[in-house]
């Protein structure tokens, strides 16, 4: 008799991006400790009590690969440059400091770097072992794109450190970020390079982007001999999302993904749910993706108010498969929830209601796939 193999059951897997609103105890300890009414110590532990508050709460919204959402980051941008305020930085020339606009009006700045050589105060290694302590479940963690960081220093205004000079310690640094988180088990590390699509608003001409694409591809480069790192790299596009807007919504996509596709990853967390026409993004990454990459869709918006259905979330993971084959489709949200520390924009209890709708849609989805192979 003939052995027929009954084709395999194929998994959809769902990520979170990172990060969640801090608790109101930590979001209170902010103000306290930035007011000089609490030590540095003390805030530690209460940002050691988010984090294994929000991975308990975490792992009650499905099963696998959690983030200790970002509790204890200032913010995804600066992490690993805010321990070095002010010695090293200056906020001072703020209309020399790159400067980023929301669509609501707000802005965030960067800081220059006023003192060479550029350096790390602080690795995200740190969070991974951190959530490890707390939490048995697989860690994924998100750090800075070089591409976001060369913009502490724009130009050579320190004397005898030239821009090159700063480039190959941010790459090194970098390297280092997620080496360190890998060498530590994360399960996943995510590149956030949410300045790609901002950069077309700088420079429509594209030139920027090539530059920054160029730049995160010197670390990616680094991690070429090691398959089983490069399948734990990925990368994260979207518009930016800060106090419920975006800063780069409004940079037609099909300009920016087909040129996102030089980047020397094989993992993508794209932006998808935010998007006016998700047929016209998701044939142009039919188009240039590649057969070892995995692309993990964006099917939740953080900064819609309203919470997305299990059945919204299947629809849209159905609209996708007619362009991506589902062995290389994943879910995710379209952004982190608090990019920030200070963003209170959404409660916390809605996050969780978004991410179970992103995770149950995405069984759902899984279900009837496989019955209609
Ligand atoms: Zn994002």
């Keep these: 008799m003939m052995n027929v193999t009954k084709p395999s059951w194929i998994t959809i897997p769902t990520e979170l991006i990172g990060s969640l609103p801090r608790t109101t105890v930590l979001l ?3 103000q306290a400790y930035k007011a000089g009414h609490m030590t540095e110590n003390q805030l530690n532990i209460l940002q050691d009590k988010a984090v294994r508050q929000t991975l308990a709460e975490l792992e009650k919204t499905g099963p696998g690969q959690i983030t200790d959402g970002e509790q204890a980051k200032p913010s995804f941008l600066v992490y690993p440059i805010a321990p070095l305020y002010p010695s090293s930085y200056s906020f001072d020339d703020i209309i020399d400091c790159f400067t980023i606009t929301f669509s609501d009006g707000h802005q965030r700045a960067l800081p220059r770097l006023m003192k060479a050589p550029f350096q790390y105060g602080k690795y995200a290694v740190d969070y991974v072992t951190r959530a490890q302590q707390y939490s048995r479940r697989p860690i994924k963690q998100a750090i800075i794109s070089p591409s976001a960081l060369s913009n502490v220093y724009p130009r050579a205004t320190i004397p005898g450190y030239t821009r090159e000079q700063f480039l190959d310690d941010l790459v090194n640094e ?5 080496r360190l988180c890998l060498e530590a088990g994360a399960d996943k590390v995510q590149m956030d390079f949410t300045e790609a699509r901002l950069s077309l608003k700088i420079d429509p001409s594209g030139q920027l982007l090539k530059q920054f694409i160029h730049l995160n591809n010197r670390v990616l480069d680094r991690f070429d001999n090691n398959s089983e790192y490069q399948y734990k790299i990925g990368v994260h596009i979207c518009p930016g999302g800060d106090r419920d807007s975006y800063h780069s919504l409004d940079v037609d996509y099909s300009s920016v993904l087909p040129i996102i596709f030089d980047l020397h990853a094989s993992t993508f967390y794209f932006s998808l749910a935010s998007e006016r026409d998700r047929k016209k993004s998701l044939a142009i990454i039919r188009k240039f993706m590649k057969p070892n990459h ?15 259905t299990a059945e919204q979330v299947c629809d849209r993971i159905l609209e996708a498969v007619r362009y991506i084959p589902i062995e290389q489709l994943g879910t995710t949200d379209d952004c982190g929830y608090a990019p920030f520390s200070d963003d209170e924009s959404t409660t916390r209890a809605k996050c969780y209601d978004k991410i179970r709708a992103r995770v149950d849609g995405t069984r759902m989805a899984e279900r009837m796939l496989n019955l209609r192979k």
């Design 28 to 30: 209170e300890g902010q």
């Design 294 to 308: 995995r692309i993990f869709l964006g099917v939740i918006d953080p900064c819609d108010a309203r919470v997305e």
């Design 174 to 178: 970098v390297e280092k970020d997620i």
